[in-house]
């Protein structure tokens, strides 16, 4: 019992933290015509976050040759950041993509090692700053369409020579593999072979427990923590995982699909982001549970491969991944490399099928929830903005929505004259509720909260009016905003 005394003592203390953090990150916009990012020095080294998220920034429409620039501290000289556009291939990289006819700046960049800030500023090609505003995070990487995401289960010495072959093959197609360890990997040259691959690029380690058992575990704790300490200390992780001295596992692959109450805890313990199960048909991401501060667990879209819930259907697997591509979701393919077949032709035909697509992200497992881990936690950040200036801080104000028309974002600020429990909410033109955007007490000052066109499910919504509100104690505030697909 003494795992179940220890995971109540975390879980009490991740609620004084989560309550702590009312909000961990912050954006001032418009001063100096510069966006800040900052982020709470705790959360940048309890998760790292360099993984690049991508920051929407407002241009001035009909500009053209803009530039983007960043740094990490006040006082560091600015860097031109790499340019990029729709007709290129590229993830998870710092970068900029400017769309002069949306008036939009697509900026991802990731949180370094030099501090918990971003600076970013945009240049005319006169080198003269241009007026800017943060507008909020693009739901995926460079505002892409869809994700594919891929995992390779049971990665131990005695499959070892499959998963090399295996990681090669995914890699040849540009797509990122999260490899589940198995840490007892028996042979130990086995470890000099993982390490090999994730130096190769597009592969990510993901803890598989230690001797991949069932449940009830005989060694919780050892299963669960100590695996993911077996990768820290026999592997240097990818860049995505590192900040400083610190590295990070961010998922945990469920040994047989099997799960309880104490291991999803001891997930929470070892700070993992997500659990991957094994079943089928999960097409996006999973709901973030504020009391365990993770998400909860997953599956997978589908498998590719002779097992359980495996398929050599080429013609299935495709038109999975091309009803996922449509709907805008996240397609996770999975695979056991000791059965799939690599002499048949339905593993390269589907590979081919979804690789190298310029309007889809592709990344690991682990680093697409580390992306979603800002968007998702606290949907609500302080932004502190210049825009403000004009309006009176004395009265309570309600802001037009910004973009508007909106597609598939768009941001609602308002001011409180004084400390006041508001609630937000987001209604159709019948009057019928179609998001809770928020509901607590908030502090005198310019706040501001972004919707992404989902109701109370999770899913997106149609095409059309919407009406907005904003309530506190003594007034009822609300504005019309149109979403445009």
Sequence with gaps: MKYCLNITIFILCQ???????????????????????????????????????????????????????????????????????????????DVVRFDYEEGIAYVSVGFSDDSDSIFIKITDDNNDTVDTYYLGMSKYYDNRDAVVTSTADDWAGWVNEKFVQTCQIFRSYNLWLSCAIVTNVGDPNTWVDIQTQIDLGYIEPVSHSRSHPYVPYADLEGEVLGS???????????????????????AWVAPYGEYDVGIDSMVSMGKYLVSRMYYGNDHHFSSWDQELFKYDPIGVSTEAGPLWLGTTDTIYLNNTFNDVLASGGVYHVMCHPNVIEWDQDYPWAHLEHISNRKNVWYAGFGHLYAYHFLQSTYPEIILN?????????????????????????????????????????????????????????????????????????????????????????????????????
């Excluded at 418009?30 to 790292?48: A, F, K, M, P, W």
């Excluded at 690049?52 to 860097?79: G, H, M, V």
């Excluded at 992404?452 to 919504?461: E, F, L, Q, R, W």
């Design 385 to 485: 903005t210049d825009k403000s200036d004009n309006i009176n801080l004395d009265v309570f104000n309600l802001c037009s929505n910004y973009p508007n028309p909106f597609n598939p974002a768009t941001t609602i600020s308002y001011n409180i004259p004084k400390s006041s429990y508001i609630k937000i909410d987001i209604y159709n033109p019948m009057g019928g509720m179609v998001r809770h955007l928020y509901s607590g007490q908030r502090d005198q000052g310019y706040h501001s909260i972004m919707w992404n066109s989902k109701d109370n499910y999770g899913k997106p919504v149609s095409a059309g009016l919407y009406f907005y509100s904003i309530r506190s104690d003594n007034h009822i505030l609300s504005g019309k905003m149109l979403l445009v697909k």
């Design 228 to 250: 993911k300490q077996d990768l820290i200390d026999n592997l240097i992780m990818p860049e995505h995982n590192r900040y400083g001295e610190h590295e990070y596992v961010y």
């Design 15 to 93: 609620l004084v933290y989560a309550n702590q953090q009312s909000s961990f990150l912050s954006v001032s916009s418009g001063i100096r015509n510069e966006t800040v990012i900052s982020l709470d020095s705790q959360t940048h080294i309890d998760y790292g976050l360099s993984y690049p998220i991508t920051y929407e920034i407002n241009i001035p429409l009909e500009s053209a040759s803009l530039r983007s620039y960043l740094k990490f501290q006040e006082n560091q000289d600015w860097s031109l950041m790499e340019e990029k556009t729709e007709n290129d291939f590229f993830n998870g990289i």
